[in-house]
């Protein structure tokens, strides 16, 4: 039986007006596309902005509009590459759309190679406040989220930390950059931490687990070697060592259907004497480690002291 080609495709997701059109202008602009192979550019949504013709011309680009969700559907998308015969395609998806729709409507032969998420920063907190689901959802599948129109007051308030902070409680694999009003990139906001990471025991409040937990993974090289103590609860990995637990929390990254329990595998001696699901005190010096569901080293904890502890006055952390 004939296989045909793998075509690699590109997800933009991102409300109306968050830029993500202008990220493909632009980046046809700078010359990115323009390697002889054609592109199907499936827009979902119209929006203010629209690419000059010629510029699609000049870059091989054949637009397809589907302005209904009830065409999302792997029938439609087979007729969009037999008409087009694309090398790549491009989707520029409604923000108010479901993305596990699309992803299951991609032909067999459509490979997903990256997904961008844009966020328009000037917006971001009402549409956090108004419409938490739906705003975090753009950044499931996204390996690049892009925070544009960000501002030097943005900046020095700490509201973009507080933005890239959100955004990797949502998606910890993703990249987080922000573009300035000036068009320059910045990718190095750090946030303010409300625990001291230099001292010689890093005391972490009971609000403060999830800034540690996303911090810590981000920049992990920031805390090897150092002792912390933190209230967690006791969680049994399936298939592990009898000397291994996992600290940890329930957290909420957008709602409450979206509960999920973090943590840190942490090796103790004295694990098995442990109940699962009881809170603890836990004092522990952070090391790297590879395991072998997760690619990369993670932090890993070498416990020191476990003590039974009341439940936190909030069981559920929040990230923002």
Known sequence: MFKKKEVPVYLFFGFLESGKTSFIMETMKEGQFRDGKRTAYIICEEGVEEIDEDL????????????????????????????????????????????????????????????????????????????KMLMLNQFTYADLILFDRCTPEMEESGVLSGFKRTARAKNRRAQVIFEMEDGSINNNIREELPYDINAPLIEIADDDFGI???????????????????????????????DIFVPGRFAMTCCAADIQFVGFQCRYDKAQTLKEKDFIYVTATVRAATLPEVEGPVPFLIAEEVVSAEPPTEEVVMFN
């Open 56 to 131: 699609l011309l000049m870059n091989k680009f054949k637009t397809a509009l589907i302005e209904d969700e009830e065409e999302i559907t792997e029938e439609h998308f087979l007729k969009i590459d037999k008409a087009f015969n694309p090398d790549r395609v491009i989707i520029e998806y409604n923000g108010m759309w479901d993305q596990d729709t699309l992803l299951e409507a991609l032909p067999e032969h459509w490979l997903v190679a990256e997904g961008i998420a844009t966020v328009d920063a000037s917006t971001y907190q009402s549409h956090l406040d108004n419409m």
């Open 212 to 242: 540690w937990y996303i911090d810590s993974f981000d920049h992990m090289e920031n805390y090897i070697g150092k002792r912390v103590r933190f209230k967690g609860q006791v969680y049994f990995p399936r298939k592990t060592k009898k």
